[in-house]
């Protein structure tokens, strides 16, 4: 009986390495590692470098397939493409968020269909943390605290400081924390006046816009408190037109964020006083996480990136020159 037991064992093996069985071998070395990444757009050239980042990381493995949908800046689009990808049958998903807020439903959703997720740049306002695995991005109030640091170290205590606002997209944590920086420093400081606060939705075409609008009656400004690179650019040209000084020994000191290669080079070039680093090159560090998530090992809830700041004074042209975004 023990015999025949053992060939019954044996047939069955056969037929089913045969394919006799209908049952077909795994064969995980053939099929890729399918991953939904939902980008939030392509507004700036962080955003373009960050993308870039992303995709090289998993383009060099041909054990990774990315998906990539850009999301053109709009939360329902994000929402449409992470439902794409549970009917797909992606293994995991990564999501770049627009906003905050908003992000529950569709977490559960994911959660539900047992997808693996990660939040990388900005970050999700969710009353349940375990929705996703780790949140890998930038400390962006750090940044803030950065730029209001060395704008304490500019003005002196007895003048009165006029500061432009430019921020970008409402309800993202990049705008979120960069604006509180700014708001508890000038809270502290009575001689700190916030003139105006516009909304350039991280673009250089609106900041242009609302720049130009603004300065046609507005032409008191001392600092420019711009909250990314692109706005900069669009508000210097703005600057420029209306004939007003700015940078080493202009009218208005320019605080920007992201400190790409070209605002490094206008802050080398005496333009731009302060360019305050958001590094966009964490696509290695995200794949380095999801292969942790895949060898069962831990991962931490909170990864940020290594960041600093850059003056005129501590930056020279081959720095500028290596810049890789
Ligand atoms: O979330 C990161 C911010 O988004 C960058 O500062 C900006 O350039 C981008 O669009």
């Known amino acids: 009986m023990k015999r025949f037991c053992s060939l019954l064992l044996v047939f069955a093996l056969l037929f089913a390495m045969t394919g006799c069985l209908g049952i077909r071998p795994t064969e995980p070395s053939d099929k890729p590692y399918v991953i939904g990444f939902s980008q939030v757009g392509s507004e700036s050239d962080w955003r373009v470098a ?32 992470v439902r794409r990808f549970i009917l797909e049958g992606v293994d995991f998903i990564i999501i770049a968020p627009t906003v905050e807020e908003g992000w529950d439903t569709i977490l559960q959703e994911i959660r539900d269909a047992k997808i693996p997720v990660i939040i990388v740049d900005r970050s999700v306002a969710v009353d349940d ?49 960069r604006t509180k920086a700014l708001e508890d420093a000038a809270a502290k400081h009575s001689n700190w ?25 507005n032409k008191e400004i001392d600092v420019l408190y711009s909250e990314n690179d692109n706005m900069t650019f669009g508000a210097m040209r703005a600057l420029d037109e209306a004939g007003i000084s700015y940078g080493n020994g202009g009218q208005v000191k320019i605080i920007t964020f992201d400190a790409t290669k070209e605002a490094l080079q206008y802050c080398h070039d005496g333009k731009i006083n302060l360019c305050v680093e958001c590094n966009p090159m964490f696509g290695p560090q995200i794949k380095q996480l999801i292969e942790k998530y895949r060898n069962g090992e831990e991962i931490p809830k909170h990864v940020y990136v290594d960041e600093s700041a850059y003056t005129t004074q501590n930056i020279t042209q081959d720095f500028v020159d290596s810049r890789a975004y």
Not at 57 to 80: H, K, P, V
Not at 157 to 167: E, G, M
Not at 194 to 215: H, N, P, R, W
Request: hydrophobic share 40%; no cysteine; proline share 1%.
């Open 50 to 81: 960050n993308t870039k980042s992303v995709t090289a990381a998993f383009a060099s493995d041909t054990g990774y397939e990315l998906i990539m949908e850009n999301a053109r800046q709009e939360q329902e689009n994000q929402f449409a493409a």
């Open 129 to 177: 943390d375990n929705l996703f695995l780790t949140n890998i991005g930038s400390d962006f109030l750090r940044q803030g605290n950065l730029a209001v640091e060395w704008l304490e170290g500019e003005i002196p205590a007895d003048r009165t400081a006029k500061i432009l606002h430019l921020q970008g997209t409402i309800g993202a944590t990049a705008q979120i924390l």
């Open 193 to 217: 006046e916030i003139t105006s606060q516009l909304y350039g939705d991280f673009t250089e075409a609106k900041a242009y816009e609302v720049m130009t609008e603004y300065l046609k009656t």
